[in-house]
Every structure is written in structure tokens, then in C-alpha cells.
């Protein structure tokens, strides 16, 4: 009897293919494999060369050694025997041993999941048809946040609570300094997070290309410097985020129109910016712009945020308009032209003019030239990719994560499932729960939420009571002279459970994650009033908004317990 170990093995079909190549090899009368021991039992003939058995192995992409003995060198000439008998080619594609995991993409879902997949001893290939790095760092979170919080300085350079002893002190915008200290920060960020971690990892191989699926185990690589490259994996994950949406609009796809990563990238600032949108791309860049000094019009479909609680679109419409911005509600545009450098946006309620349309409907995943039917991936209505909370597909070898698939589109949220996919597709078992999902909208006053809004909790048949707290009841707020906003409570009614949080004010990104693992550790808003909180910190609004199921906080001293 020969005994092998094997390393490598994720699942029982593994172990059933080992069977296979083994009892292939000249000599071998039967085996038997054992995934969760990860070893190989040979009954063979006298003579059987012990490097064949090894070899074998190593061509399905595993690594094996004779039990009791030191590890048996791959040779060139075995392994071609080896997968001769198998019938098959070699699908770690002449490079090391080991699972061999593809990833289509290189944003916060890949990278997560390369790295933990290589920590979890696989091999990875990444392909990247654009700039490593995708969304997030390079036009979407990073710069974002950086320009937004530019003009957050300009504006309160400009204006703030304390005017009456701070002399205010109007700001020169120099927008194309701005963009170079934002792309510096960019550029220092990929690389560092990105490009240099792969650089640095020999496990990981860089593809820079276009990938498309030629079977459930094969992909085809268009490479950005010419001709092709065929990827056979063991496992795969698709990773390749998502792009503006453009709606159908007459006479648009005729103009210079900007999308989020055009606006980002603009070293001039627009005298006049008209804005189609209402969601969160839409209302960051909107105030942030009109901060810097342009003069912005929102054309809103419905309101400002219609998906969240209709209080929250009707606090930020009410911070928009204080500062100048036109929010014009249940507006939509049937025409755009553009001529002598002017848009024209016919409406129902009039003309909009301006100098630069900013189009910023939501994303669409990036699926469209994958030949996603070639390799029986499922798509929902949208073109997203259907995946369960495992992130597995309709193909039990391929996995999806990210903002190509039908989950919220949050990097934190592609990040953690491109994590868990990775535990996945090397054996294990790790679910994504997003029930206490934070969410931001970096907006000033900020717009936090997390869990069940009322309606959505009444859709689900939950029974719910909940409580407002405006800000002027928050001593934070009332020391910072800035009482916009509010603070609400959902509990489910019977339980008293805190299932949902909804945040209007400024800093609001700061307290909700608070209110998350309140959320997640399945607090009673009763025993969330009993906390000690800091005091004159915006989060003690919840302790205050929890008090409120119980008593009036108005008649409560500064800092009651």
C-alpha cells in the first residue's frame, strides 16, 4: 500500500479528480482519497514509479509528497507523461503548484479576495483591463472625499456660525492646485495599496488585459499590448465593479456631458452646473461644486434620496437650498442640446441652462463582455450578476463580488464579500451578512443610516415605534452653533429592539457605526438609553434619541444618565 499527502484539496470533487488521475497512471490498480485528511491510499503494481503517483497530482494543481518521505521534485518529463494520462493540460499553466484561482478586476472585491486567497496557499492571476486599482481609489471614493472636503474648507472660510467674531474670509479657488494635491493622493494611494502589494506578492500574476470566458473553466485574455492569453482556473472571481448609467435622454449622447469621473477630473470650475441625479453621487458633487463657487441646479426625478426615509430628502433639500443650490423636485429633462458651449435642458417647469451637465443616475455592473452565458453566470434584470450570500454564482466554480453583482454598492461591502469569496473558493465556509449595513452619504450635513427605515420594516411585516430627535435637543450641536438635522430611532415593537437608525447631521459617518453594532448585537433601545456616552460628542444623540421612548430629554439636565 502507498500513501501520499496532498495538499491543496478544497472539496470532495477534488479528491473524486485525484482518484481519477491516480488510478490513470500505469501500474495503479485502485486508490482512495480523503479531502478532509488530505491524503491518497495506492493499491499498485511492484515497480510503479512512486514519482508517476506525484506527478499526477501535481498536473490537477495540487502538491503531494510520499508519506515519510522528504517532497519529490516536479520533473518536466514525468509531468508531461502525467498529463498525457489524464487526457488533459496542465491548468496551472506551467507555473507553481496549487488551487489556481483568476480574478477579472483589481478594486477593493479583487484585491481582498487575491490576498486572502494566496494567504490560503492559492495562486491567483489578475487581470485588469484599465488602471489597477479600480473605482474606488482612483475616481471614486478617494478623490471624492478629497475634493468634497476641499470645498467644505472653502465654505467655511467663506461662511460659518461664528461670523460675528471670526471675520470671514472669502477663499480663492485655484481648482487646478486642488486637483493636483487630490491626484498626488490618489497616485501615492494605489500604489501603495495596490501596485505595490502586487508587485510584491510572487503568488499573485498580473494580466493587463480584457478577460471574457471562453467555458465554466477557461478565459480568454485580450492583452492591452497585443495578441491573447488563455487562463484555465480552478475557481474564479468576477470582480470587474460597475459604471456610470447614462439614461436615454434626446439629444444628450450629442453633447460634452460629465459623469462622475469627467467632474472629478476637471481642472476649471463651471460657472453654472446642472446636475441630473438625486442619489449619492449626485448630491456629493452637487453641493461640492456649488462650495468651490459654482452655481448648481439639481434636476431630481422624485426628491433628494427617495429610497431613504422621505425626512431625510426633505432636510438636505432644506441645507441645499440655505445655500444657494436649486433643487428643483419631480423634474426630469426630455431634451438636451448644446451649442456655443451652453446646455440647454428642456423640462417641464421651464429651461435650465448651464455650462457643464453632470449626469449621475446610479451605476450599471460591468458585465456586458464577460460571455457570461458561455459560462453559465445568471444575470438579474439590471445586468447584474445574481449571487447568494456566499457570493457563489449560478456556476458553482465561478464567484462574484462587488458592484458587478446584485449587493449594495459600497467598497466596504465589495471588500468583505471579496474576502469571503476567497475563503470560499479555497474550502471554506464564510457568509456575508449585511442586515447592519451602515451606509454614508458625505454630504454636510451627512446623511448616516444603517438597518430598517419604517417602511421598509412595515414591507417585511415588523411592527415598529420610533422616535425624532432634532438636533437642537443634542448639546454637541447647540455648542457647535449648527442644529440641522436629526436623529431616528425604529424599535420593533414588542421586542423593543433597535433595528434601524436614520442620521441627519453633520459628522453623522461618525456616530452610525455605533448604532450598527447596537443593531448587530440585538440591543433594546432601553439598554442602548443606559450607555454611558461621552458628553458633548454628536453620538451621545443616541443615548438622547433612545431616552426619548421614555421620558421628554427636554426636561433632562445637559448630561443626565
Known amino acids: 500500500m502507498i500513501r501520499l499527502n496532498i495538499d491543496g484539496m478544497t472539496c470532495g470533487s477534488c479528491a473524486m479528480h485525484v482518484k481519477e488521475a491516480l488510478e490513470k497512471v500505469p501500474g495503479v490498480r485502485s486508490a482512495v482519497v480523503s479531502y478532509p485528511q488530505g491524503w491518497a491510499q495506492l493499491a499498485a503494481d511492484p515497480g510503479t514509479p512512486l514519482d508517476a503517483l506525484t506527478a499526477a497530482v501535481v498536473g490537477l494543481g495540487y502538491r503531494a509528497t510520499l508519506a515519510d518521505a522528504p517532497p519529490v521534485e516536479k520533473q518536466a518529463g514525468l509531468l508531461d507523461k502525467a498529463l498525457g494520462w489524464l487526457g488533459g493540460k496542465d491548468k496551472s499553466d506551467g507555473t507553481e503548484n496549487g488551487l489556481h484561482i483568476a480574478v477579472i478586476g483589481s478594486g477593493g472585491a479583487a484585491m481582498a479576495a487575491a490576498l486572502k486567497a494566496v494567504e490560503r496557499g492559492a495562486r491567483v492571476t489578475l487581470i485588469e483591463r484599465g488602471t489597477l486599482g479600480g473605482t474606488c481609489v482612483n475616481v471614486g471614493c478617494v478623490p ?92 474564479c472571481l468576477i470582480a470587474t465593479g460597475a459604471s456610470p448609467a447614462i439614461p436615454v435622454i434626446p439629444g444628450l449622447n450629442d453633447t460634452p456631458y460629465w459623469t462622475s469621473t469627467e467632474a472629478l477630473a476637471s481642472d476649471t470650475l463651471p460657472k453654472r452646473l446642472a446636475v441630473i441625479g438625486s442619489s449619492v453621487v449626485a448630491v456629493e458633487l452637487a453641493q461640492a461644486f456649488a462650495r468651490l463657487g459654482s452655481r448648481v441646479t439639481i434636476l431630481a426625478r422624485r426628491t433628494l434620496l427617495f429610497r431613504e426615509d422621505p425626512a431625510i430628502g426633505e432636510a438636505l433639500t432644506a441645507a441645499f437650498r440655505a445655500e444657494g443650490i436649486d433643487v428643483l423636485e419631480h423634474t426630469q429633462a426630455s431634451k438636451v442640446a448644446y451649442a456655443g458651449r451652453e446646455f440647454v435642458l428642456t423640462t417641464g417647469h421651464g429651461e435650465v441652462r448651464a455650462d457643464r451637465l453632470l449626469i449621475a443616475t446610479g451605476r450599471a455592473p460591468n458585465t456586458r463582455d464577460l460571455n ?61 451578512d449585511l442586515t447592519a449595513m451602515p451606509a454614508v452619504v458625505f454630504t454636510d450635513p451627512q446623511v448616516a443610516t444603517v438597518g430598517y427605515s419604517e417602511a421598509e420594516a412595515h414591507h417585511d411585516g415588523i411592527e415598529t415605534d420610533s422616535r425624532v430627535l432634532t438636533l437642537d435637543n443634542v448639546p454637541r450641536a447647540l455648542a457647535n452653533f449648527d442644529t440641522r438635522g436629526f436623529i431616528k430611532l425604529v424599535m420593533e415593537v414588542g421586542s423593543g429592539r433597535l433595528i434601524g437608525v436614520q442620521a441627519v447631521a453633520p459628522e453623522a459617518g461618525e456616530l452610525i457605526q455605533t448604532a450598527a453594532l447596537a443593531i448587530r448585537n440585538r440591543m433594546t433601545v432601553q439598554a442602548l438609553a443606559d450607555q454611558l456616552f461621552p458628553y458633548l460628542t454628536m453620538v451621545e444623540g443616541l443615548k438622547l434619541a433612545a431616552q426619548t421612548f421614555a421620558k421628554d430629554v427636554k426636561q433632562l439636565s445637559c448630561c443626565a444618565g
Request: glycine share 8%.
Open 144 to 235: 471624492s472625499k478629497i475634493m468634497i472636503r476641499a470645498a467644505h474648507i472653502a465654505h467655511v472660510r467663506r461662511e460659518s456660525p461664528f461670523d460675528a467674531g471670526l471675520s470671514a474670509m472669502p477663499p480663492t479657488v485655484l481648482r487646478d492646485r486642488l486637483l493636483a494635491q487630490q491626484q498626488a493622493r490618489v497616485d501615492e494611494l494605489r500604489h501603495a495599496k495596490y501596485e505595490g502589494i502586487l508587485d510584491g506578492n510572487p503568488a499573485i500574476t498580473v494580466l493587463h488585459g480584457s478577460a471574457r470566458f471562453q467555458d465554466g473553466h477557461t478565459l480568454v485574455v485580450s492583452l492591452n499590448e497585443g495578441g491573447e492569453r488563455t487562463v484555465t482556473f480552478d475557481r
Open 372 to 432: 457570461l452565458e458561455t459560462a453559465g453566470v445568471k444575470l438579474n434584470e439590471r445586468g447584474a450578476i445574481v449571487v447568494d450570500d456566499h457570493m457563489r454564482t449560478s456556476n458553482p466554480h465561478i464567484f462574484a463580488a462587488g458592484d458587478c453583482t446584485d449587493q449594495p454598492q459600497f467598497v466596504y461591502v465589495a471588500a468583505a464579500a471579496g474576502t469571503r469569496a476567497a475563503i470560499n473558493m479555497t474550502g471554506g465556509e464564510a457568509a456575508l
